[in-house]
T-cell receptor, first 115, second 118 residues
Framework: KNQVEQSPQSLIILEGKNCTLQ??????????LRWYKQDTGRGPVSLTI?????NTKSNGRYTATLDADTKQSSLHITASQLSDSASYIC??????????????FGTGTRLQVTL | DAGITQSPRHKVTETGTPVTLRCHQT?????MYWYRQDPGHGLRLIHY???????DKGEVSDGYSVSRSKTEDFLLTLESATSSQTSVYFC?????????????????FGPGTRLTVL
């Protein structure tokens, strides 16, 4: 069964500090991996998509890494801001479908940035 | 938000009553999806649609039905609501991008509907 596991489940950090969120997956075949940000009371919003040929990708203060050999991805947030407080969800679709109908969602990491 | 709206945004109903949630999109996307989100679970697919009157089941489809009579609207119906269907429901569309020789689908989500079944 395809699975996506995220850690930690929740995290509290001080504003200005860095943090790293982890995602391990067993989805096969692999095509790409996505990170979404979900603010409280809102729908998830895509942060980045990484294909199997990409190791690192940055989107502002967010940097995602991918190791397709170990089936791990991380999301690093630099100089955190209060607005980074949200759930971060790792999503992996199997590589043999083009309809996005079989996405496997992680349960997310709940990040709280405090003063 | 890719032009996705959901209605109602909040609803409280009683066990055994029918409930219909509506998803509306303005950008003519072919694929639409209904998910539910519960604590301790990732988003789980209920049903999806790949065109007008074309729908298929997801992993948690029992107790739910859907209809899509026109491209812009995708309806989710709980024929007889149960307390286990208390959840937050998200509608999504998928948009295909072609980049660096790869084709990827990105899902864009609506704002969600919080449903409470008493």
């Amino acid at each position: 069964k395809n699975q996506v596991e995220q850690s930690p489940q929740s995290l509290i950090i001080l504003e200005g500090k860095n943090c790293t969120l982890q995602c391990n997956y067993t989805v096969s075949p692999f095509s790409n991996l996505r990170w979404y940000k979900q603010d409280t009371g809102r729908g998830p919003v895509s942060l980045t998509i990484m294909t199997f040929s990409e190791n690192t990708k940055s989107n502002g203060r967010y940097t995602a890494t991918l190791d397709a050999d170990t089936k791990q991805s991380s999301l690093h947030i630099t100089a955190s801001q209060l607005s980074d407080s949200a759930s971060y969800i790792c999503v992996v679709p199997p590589g043999n479908t083009g309809t996005a109908s079989k996405l496997t969602f992680g349960t997310g990491t709940r990040l709280q940035v405090t003063l | 938000d890719a032009g996705i709206t959901q209605s109602p945004r909040h609803k409280v109903t009683e066990t055994g009553t029918p409930v219909t949630l509506r998803c509306h999109q303005t950008e003519n996307h072919r694929y639409m999806y209904w998910y539910r989100q519960d604590p301790g679970h990732g988003l789980r697919l209920i049903h999806y649609s790949y065109g007008v009157k074309d729908t298929d089941k997801g992993e948690v489809s029992d107790g739910y039905s859907v209809s899509r009579s026109k491209t812009e609207d995708f309806l989710l119906t709980l024929e007889s609501a149960t307390s286990s269907q208390t959840s937050v429901y998200f509608c999504a569309i998928s948009s295909t991008q072609h980049r660096s020789g790869f084709t990827t689908d990105t899902q864009y989500f609506g704002p969600g509907t919080r449903l409470t079944v008493l």
